[in-house]
């Protein structure tokens, strides 16, 4: 069998600017709809979302010797970068205080962990991938990223649990240009 590496005609390469992260916040109220407390992280790039097994030993003589591990679960990291933004001199944006207080040394126990969900979001159309969203708890680490002369944190979420499929992607376009 011939290899054959063209992609059918209605595919597209992945692009990693094609997920968008929500940043669960308690404090806004938009009535019924529980999605309606997600906020956007504005300004991300650079999004990698890793899937981690983690793995039990299940050898037996069976194996002659070779390893057999079973997965029993699955860790999971979200990396990203964000240009914060200044409303006045001092102000963030609500999406950005989110993520910062959730990562200042004061930050103990629930008040570190950050709940998010993650999803595909494509550059065009509204339609992401049905499979590509995810949703879970995590800790939060930030550090300053010195490529230029706008401000810029490399931002780690470290999964507190496992991350859940979402049931559907809430992604719902980009807007108008759609």
Partial sequence: MVYDSTLPD???YARRYEHL???WDPTVDNGEDPDGWFITIRRADQVVKTFT??????????????TNSDVSAWNWT???????????ATQGL???YAILDAAQGDAIGSDAVVRVRFY???ATGNVGDP?????????VAIAPVDDGSLER?????????????????PFAGRGAED
């Fill in 120 to 122: 595909h979001a494509p």
């Fill in 78 to 88: 979200l990396a990203f970068r964000v240009i914060p933004a200044r409303v006045k």
């Fill in 153 to 169: 944190w490399a931002v780690t979420l470290t999964g507190k649990g496992p991350a859940t499929r979402l049931a559907s992607n």
């Fill in 10 to 12: 209605t595919a597209e």
């Fill in 94 to 96: 609500v999406d950005e």
């Fill in 21 to 23: 992260i929500d940043i």
């Fill in 131 to 139: 499979k590509g969203a995810w949703e879970g708890e995590a800790t």
């Fill in 53 to 66: 097994p983690v793995l039990d030993n299940a050898q037996t003589n069976d194996d002659l010797g070779s």
